[in-house]
């Protein structure tokens, strides 16, 4: 059974969200207050609705509480953002996902039940930051305050030709190693303690953000 999902604010966020769910064979409900912002959806969701989200009358007549997740990715109206996650926690929604503008809006979504907060803004000035500081780190996800999902570039002649064992990233970063990316694209998942790191290869590491930062400051020795 097809698992379906709605999405209540269709600015890029949103919008991206509904595009990528749709692709991937998820029905999806749009909704947001704008005609235009709906209309342009129109031929990629499976179901539009313009309409105001504060309205709970609006959502229960949508049945908001039969679908599987909600996404609420209101822009910068912090007011309208708690609100609608208060009324669709309240209606039982298993799993919230809501767009926060800052930390303090973060907070109050955690509090009052959003299954999964994000910061789209904030985690892409995190990326794109350690890209400019950084020639060996190719992306990062900020998983939560302390942990992150880095992709890292190996660089160093001192890494070149040897095992993920003889490396110990877990003894010496506290860091584990959840894919290697070959330069031919080629994607090695859970890789095996005997898999040789070879130049040019990508890492994918995941662990505390200061034992990420202190493997970037090992590559460029």
């Known amino acids: 059974m097809k698992q379906n999902y709605a999405i209540i604010g269709l600015g890029r966020f949103g919008g991206s969200i509904c595009q990528t769910l749709v692709e991937s064979g998820r029905e999806v409900l749009a909704i947001d207050k704008s005609e235009d912002r709906a209309n342009a959806y129109m ?24 679908f599987d997740q909600v996404i609420i990715a209101i822009g910068e109206d912090i007011q ?27 907070r109050v979504l955690e509090k009052i039940g959003a299954d999964k907060v994000v910061h789209p803004e904030r985690d892409m000035g995190i990326r794109i930051a350690h890209k400019m ?10 998983l939560s305050d302390e942990y992150s999902l880095a992709e890292i570039r190996v660089k160093n002649k001192k890494f070149f030709n040897k095992t ?31 898999e040789v790191v070879r130049e040019n290869d990508h890492l994918l590491v995941i662990g505390n953000v200061e034992e990420v930062d202190q493997l970037d400051a090992k590559l460029n020795e």
């Open 133 to 142: 500081v950084s020639s060996n780190i190719l992306d990062s996800i900020e």
């Open 43 to 66: 031929d990629i969701a499976t179901h539009v609705v313009v309409g105001n989200a504060q309205d709970e009358m609006t959502l229960r007549s949508l049945g908001i509480r039969n």
């Open 164 to 194: 993920l064992l003889e490396m110990d990233f877990r003894r010496r970063f506290g860091l584990t190693i959840v894919a290697v990316r070959r330069r031919n694209g080629d994607v090695i998942a859970s890789p095996a303690a005997e």
């Open 80 to 106: 309208a953002s708690i609100l609608v996650t208060l009324m669709v926690k309240e209606m039982g929604v298993p799993n919230i996902l809501a767009k926060a503008n800052n930390g303090y809006h973060a």
